[in-house]
């Protein structure tokens, strides 16, 4: 299979790109696996998060927020993709239509089953504030689907624009908010403005402006210096994730702090691309990252159900299981969740043998047309 995944990659494809979605992917996974508890009590299920009981872990909230380098990615290839269709003669409209076209019926299948699972555990009996947080924690991800369909509809404006003009919106918001004691709605701006900052650089790498290393290496310098300024004196918080029950959360809606170690992310993700292409010239190892990226949405959209999946199973042994029920309030827990993780993979493996086919039958009627 390597071999003829090999073959047929095109000769002037980037390997690389590709590989910062899949770990881009990874990072989502694994975050969400890692730092997402569901916490069996009184008969009720409510989500909790280790970073909340062991703020000691924030480091590795560092390593799994990789929403930047989603939008750094997504930037590049979809100006890189509206400058190829209107070369062929594709408008604007259809071009539009194919992409949301790829984006939004998946997202059709997960919203429809668990609308039913949420009307058959409330018709079951189930707790109200159960199936309230089941189906938050499946479909709140969904948040980033939107914000990148808004950003994809609005490329012909956004692709020219410099990273620093959102950025300094997001400066504003945060200002406004944290500053002057504005209003916390006015934070809800960062969720265009935060993301259109990484989205605007990966525009700019697909017109090769903002790429060279010495642009890269400010990105991950000035970025880092200005992430650990924030946390370290302006008071934000030092997880990039959002922790229940903190007065302020870097990512609802995003500020300053994440964007700024967002920046980082991607002069650091520039700086990689070589390293990544050599590597990648492997064909085991460009095949396993072919795949992913086939199976990038399925992956997105039905990993919150696996572990719900295996969460509810473990019930049946009829206590609370270490890692899995019980609250992360102890190191002990980390390790315990770990050893989860590939019974998580098993489960997220059946959700893409049930719901892939779909994905990819809709890929084959698009080509088709």
């Known amino acids: 299979?390597?071999?003829?995944?090999?073959?047929?990659?095109?000769?002037?494809?980037?390997?690389?790109?590709?590989?910062?979605?899949?770990?881009a992917i990874g990072g989502v996974v694994l975050g969400h696996w890692l730092v997402t508890a569901l916490v069996v009590d009184s008969g009720n299920v409510r989500v909790a998060s280790p970073l909340r009981d062991m703020p000691y872990l924030a480091p590795v909230s560092w390593v799994l927020q990789t929403m930047a380098l989603f939008f750094l990615v997504g930037g590049q290839m979809t100006a890189q993709g509206l400058a190829s269709a209107r070369a062929r003669g594709v408008g604007y409209g259809r071009w539009l239509r194919a992409r949301l076209?790829?984006?939004?019926?998946?997202?059709?299948?997960?919203?429809?089953?668990?609308?039913?699972?949420?009307?058959?555990?409330?018709a079951l009996g189930a707790d109200l504030t159960t199936v309230n947080a089941l189906v938050k924690l499946v479909w709140s991800p969904l948040w980033f689907l939107l914000v990148y369909v808004?950003?994809?509809?609005?490329?012909?404006?956004?692709?020219?624009?410099?990273?620093?003009?959102?950025?300094?919106?997001?400066?504003?918001?945060?200002?406004?908010?944290?500053?002057?004691?504005?209003?916390?709605?006015?934070g809800w701006v960062n969720l265009a403005a935060g993301w259109l900052v990484p989205y605007c650089l990966g525009a700019a790498w697909a017109r090769d402006r903002l790429c060279g290393r010495r642009t890269a290496w400010a990105l991950l310098a000035g970025g880092a210096a200005a992430a650990a300024a924030l946390v370290l004196w302006?008071?934000?918080?030092?997880?990039?994730?959002?922790?229940?029950g903190a007065p302020i959360s870097n990512q609802a809606p995003p500020t300053l702090a994440v964007v700024a170690f967002g920046l980082a992310q991607?002069?650091?993700?520039?700086?990689?691309?070589?390293?990544?292409?050599?590597?990648?010239?492997?064909?085991?190892?460009?095949?396993?990252?072919?795949?992913?990226?086939?199976s990038a949405m399925t992956i997105f959209l039905w990993h919150q159900t696996a572990m719900i999946a295996v969460t509810a199973l473990g019930l049946l042994a009829g206590r609370p299981?270490?890692?899995?029920?019980?609250?992360?309030?102890?190191?002990?827990?980390?390790?315990?969740?770990?050893?989860?993780?590939?019974v998580f993979a098993l489960a997220l493996f059946a959700c893409w043998g049930a719901f892939?086919?779909?994905?990819?039958?809709?890929?084959?009627?698009?080509?088709?047309?």
């Not at 090999?6 to 770990?23: H, I």
């Not at 302006?234 to 229940?244: D, E, L, N």
């Not at 892939?356 to 047309?369: D, K, L, N, S």
Request: hydrophobic share 55%; glycine share 8%; aromatic share 8%.
């Open 321 to 342: 299981l270490p890692g899995l029920h019980s609250a992360p309030s102890a190191v002990t827990w980390v390790f315990a969740r770990v050893g989860w993780l590939p």
């Open 101 to 122: 076209a790829r984006l939004l019926r998946p997202v059709v299948a997960v919203v429809l089953l668990w609308g039913v699972v949420a009307v058959l555990m409330l």
């Open 266 to 294: 991607c002069g650091a993700a520039r700086l990689a691309l070589a390293p990544l292409r050599r590597l990648l010239a492997r064909p085991a190892i460009w095949a396993g990252v072919v795949l992913a990226n086939l």
């Open 1 to 23: 299979m390597a071999r003829r995944v090999e073959t047929t990659t095109p000769p002037g494809r980037d390997r690389a790109v590709d590989a910062l979605r899949a770990l």
């Open 234 to 244: 302006a008071g934000y918080p030092a997880s990039m994730v959002g922790v229940p």
């Open 356 to 369: 892939h086919g779909y994905e990819r039958g809709h890929r084959q009627e698009t080509r088709a047309r």
């Open 150 to 186: 808004a950003l994809t509809a609005v490329t012909p404006l956004v692709a020219g624009l410099h990273p620093v003009w959102p950025l300094a919106v997001v400066a504003v918001a945060d200002w406004a908010r944290f500053g002057w004691g504005g209003p916390e709605w006015v």
